[in-house]
């Protein structure tokens, strides 16, 4: 259940949607996270999904989940260049163990 | 009103010397982590204590040693520091609410580089 990966860089142009993937291999995670990174900080909190839904939506946020295939995706709609960060998804397998992907770098162009 | 705060922010040392890294977390919670952050920006977890009692170790070598002296504070010693040791190690937090999901607050970091 280590692997998590996510894509390593995305760039879009401001207003634009973003789409930000992630595949897990734990199939008895029972949430999955969405985490920011912003330069020189730790991780903040976006959303998180428990593993029974297939979408949650938060504002400008997305999150879908496909299960069978152990898929997760971040949409961040109308994105903002404060949107740019690193952000990371993360498998809860057990109760206090967290494995996190590799942070897809989200650049905003102007 | 810092919630999670490390110290230091950033530490250079030559390769064999023994160091330690401070955590605390002043909201109250009952978990505490310690993660490693490689040039990568792969997040691996390394320890997990709860109530100062070591919970998960995730195959660190036996170099780090985490001590929890209370459910406040977790502190990683690392001895004999390797070049492979370089990176950002953080601290984080969150809640023993009973509940799976949970927030994690995450400490600013502390850059290692080991020379």
């Known amino acids: 259940g280590e692997d998590v990966e996510q894509s390593l860089f995305l760039s879009v142009r401001e207003g634009d949607s973003s789409v930000i993937n992630c595949t897990y291999t734990d199939s008895s995670s029972t949430y999955l996270y969405w985490y920011k990174q912003e330069p020189g900080a730790g991780l903040q909190l976006l959303t998180y999904i428990f593993s029974n839904m297939d979408m949650k939506q938060d504002q400008r946020l997305t999150v879908l989940l496909n299960k069978k295939d152990k898929h997760l995706s971040l949409r961040i709609a109308d994105t903002q260049t404060g949107d740019s960060a690193i952000y990371f998804c993360a498998e809860q397998p057990n109760f206090n163990k967290f494995y996190f992907g590799s942070g897809t770098k989200l650049n905003v162009k102007p | ?115």
């Open chain 2, 1 to 115: 009103d810092t919630a999670v705060s490390q110290t230091p922010k950033y530490l250079v040392t030559q390769m064999g010397n023994d160091k330690s890294i401070k955590c605390e977390q002043n909201l109250g919670h009952d978990t505490m982590y310690w993660y490693k952050q490689d040039s990568k920006k792969f997040l691996k977890i390394m320890f997990s204590y709860n109530n100062k009692e070591l919970i998960i170790n995730e195959t660190v070598p036996n170099r780090f040693s985490p001590k929890s002296p209370d459910k406040a504070h977790l502190n990683l010693h690392i001895n004999s520091l390797e070049l492979g040791d370089s990176a950002v190690y953080f601290c984080a937090s969150s809640p023993d609410s009973g509940i799976w999901e949970t927030e994690q607050f995450f400490g600013p970091g502390t850059r290692l580089t080991v020379l």
